[in-house]
């Protein structure tokens, strides 16, 4: 039975969709919950909902862009809970655009939260982490990330969570602090709520078992969980074979494509396959 009694985590972005079930299966599991959003309101009703079906939560409205406020979020859970066990990085913009009629205010609109407010809260939260020698981190990236059509400006800032998360989990590894992300797939808002994905609740179970002592030995991961399907993500890394020579020249370079790695290439928006399958 795994439960999450004597964990306090921070929620961005919990107001509704995705972090909303979070929270409420976080402190259906016993959790104290600090329940953040932008929209203060719907972060009010998320923290109600919680208490009145006996849990213990806190609405801590906040605009996650800036760092002095997820300085105050995090502080928040401390002076309220007494501790930060877990923060769950979900607060998130998106848009669906084809590249040539993206604009440089949609691409800093979205770094904005996506990857520096993400920044922000995990910053605030890993010196309170390591001061207890204890912690997790669940980022949210998205299949996104690798490349889908339409997502390139949502994609890139997806890819920047998973590369914190490698970043963050290699340098905290050993220190207590684990640092993992998931890429989820469900029907919410920012979904438009498609009644063919999964419901929010089905996704909770992934970020409950990262924050939990029963993942105590899992860092440096993104979870896939689109509904009935669990997976993990692969980690970019050099695809064998890795060709040597003293100097490489133009000639010997497009020999290498010739002979071996033009036959190599993957493809793009591999969310959509399994690796073994495509090396098959
Ligand atoms: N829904 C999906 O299928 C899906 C797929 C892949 C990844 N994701 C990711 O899951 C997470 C949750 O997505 P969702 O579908 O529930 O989205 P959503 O749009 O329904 O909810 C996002 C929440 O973040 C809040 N927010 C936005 N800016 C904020 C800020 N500056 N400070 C604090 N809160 C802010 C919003 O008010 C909103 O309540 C996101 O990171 C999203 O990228 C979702």
Redesign the pocket.
């Known amino acids: 039975m795994i439960d999450l009694k004597g964990h306090a985590v921070v929620i ?2 919990a ?5 909303a079930a979070y929270a409420r299966a976080a402190g259906a599991a016993g959790a104290q919950v600090v329940v ?4 203060a309101a ?1 972060a009010e009703t998320v923290a109600e909902e919680i208490r009145q079906a006996g849990g213990l939560a806190v609405a801590e409205p ?4 800036d760092f002095a406020a997820a300085e105050a979020l995090i502080q928040r859970c401390i002076s309220e809970f007494g501790a930060i066990t877990g923060l769950v990085n ?5 848009v669906d655009v084809p590249f040539e009629q993206s604009t440089t205010d949609q691409v800093r609109a979205l770094l904005e ?2 990857v520096v ?1 993400l920044f922000n809260c995990a910053r605030a939260a890993v010196g309170p982490m390591l001061s207890q020698g204890r912690g997790s981190i669940v980022n ?5 990330h690798t490349g889908q059509p339409g997502l390139s400006t949502y994609g890139a800032t ?1 890819g920047a969570v998973a590369s914190f998360t490698y970043g963050w989990s290699g340098e905290l590894r050993d220190r207590g602090v684990r640092v993992n992300a998931v ?4 029907s ?4 438009h709520n498609n009644p063919a ?1 999964a419901r ?1 609740e089905t996704i909770a179970p992934a970020v409950l078992f990262l924050l939990s002592d029963r993942a105590k030995d899992i860092t440096g991961q993104i979870v896939r969980l689109t509904g009935k399907h669990l997976s993990i993500m692969c980690h970019p890394a050099n695809r064998a074979p890795v060709l040597e020579r003293e100097v490489w020249t133009l000639e010997t370079v497009a020999e290498a494509f010739e002979t071996t790695l033009a036959a190599n290439q993957l493809p793009t928006n591999v969310v959509t396959y399994e690796i073994a399958s495509i090396q098959s």
């Not at 949210?140 to 996104?144: D, E, L, N, Q, R």
Request: no cysteine; hydrophobic share 40%.
């Open positions: 961005t972005g107001g509704q969709g995705l972090g953040n959003d932008i929209n719907s906040r605009d996650i862009r979900n607060a998130a913009l998106f939260v996506n407010g949210v990236t998205s299949g996104a997806k890429s989820p797939m469900a919410t808002p920012m979904s994905l929010a």
